[in-house]
């Protein structure tokens, strides 16, 4: 697996018109120095059990997806729970559990790769579905770093990575919240850190 390299982002901010440390900037502070892919090659995921919850209920309705908790109660139910989590690669092992419920459903509730984008949030970066988004993140950290972009673009906070606002970009990306972590601080260290550099 090719490893990101700072001429790869380089590269990509040019073909998308952004200033490269500002792809810097977002890929380390909301990359959190994470890579995309595990040491196996696959992408890095965290399984979401409250929106494989949502989106059975969405797809098959109520019912089904209170019988899948009961079922699951590892990978399906109705609000937030870290503590069902496993961690790096075994993360998988959920995710597999939660496709012999419903593939598409199960693909959706994961995030992916770097940025730790949501399956369900493939429209927003251009894909036509759930299986293409996966493929694509699958592939290359190029390719993670580009469904980054149209994430960005496509969500309304590209605007404000451009114009350096810093806190309007971590509440639009992160939710009123974003200030206990001083995402946005971070950010605009990165960018300074980066700006001459890159």
């Known amino acids: 697996m090719d490893k990101l390299t700072n001429e790869m982002i380089v590269a990509l901010a040019n073909?998308?018109?952004?200033?490269?440390?500002?792809?810097?900037?977002?890929?380390?502070?909301?990359?959190?120095?994470?890579?995309?892919?595990?040491?196996?090659?696959?992408?890095?995921?965290?399984?979401?059990?409250?929106?494989?919850?949502?989106?059975?209920?969405?797809?098959?309705?109520?019912?089904?997806?209170?019988?899948?908790?009961?079922?699951?109660?590892?990978?399906?139910?109705?609000?937030?729970?870290?503590?069902?989590?496993?961690?790096?690669?075994?993360?998988?092992?959920?995710?597999?559990?939660?496709?012999?419920?419903?593939?598409e459903c199960a693909l959706k509730s994961a995030s992916w790769g770097m940025f730790q984008i949501c399956g369900f949030n493939h429209n927003l970066c251009e894909c036509k579905d759930v299986f293409e988004f996966v493929h694509k993140m699958s592939e290359s950290h190029a390719n993670q770093l580009e469904l980054m972009y149209y994430f960005m673009k496509n969500s309304g906070c590209l605007k404000e990575l451009k114009e350096k606002d810093w806190a309007g970009f971590a509440r639009k990306y992160n939710g009123p919240g974003y200030a206990q972590n001083a995402y946005d601080q971070k950010l605009r260290n990165a960018y300074e850190n980066f700006k001459d550099k890159l």
Request: with cysteine; net charge neutral; glycine share 10%.
């Open 15 to 103: 073909d998308l018109g952004l200033e490269p440390a500002l792809l810097k900037a977002v890929q380390l502070v909301e990359g959190a120095g994470r890579d995309g892919f595990l040491v196996d090659g696959r992408p890095q995921i965290l399984f979401e059990g409250h929106i494989m919850y949502k989106e059975i209920k969405n797809k098959f309705g109520l019912d089904k997806s209170v019988a899948a908790q009961k079922s699951y109660p590892t990978i399906c139910f109705p609000k937030w729970d870290k503590s069902k989590y496993l961690g790096g690669v075994h993360e998988y092992k959920r995710l597999e559990l939660a496709k012999e419920i419903d593939e």
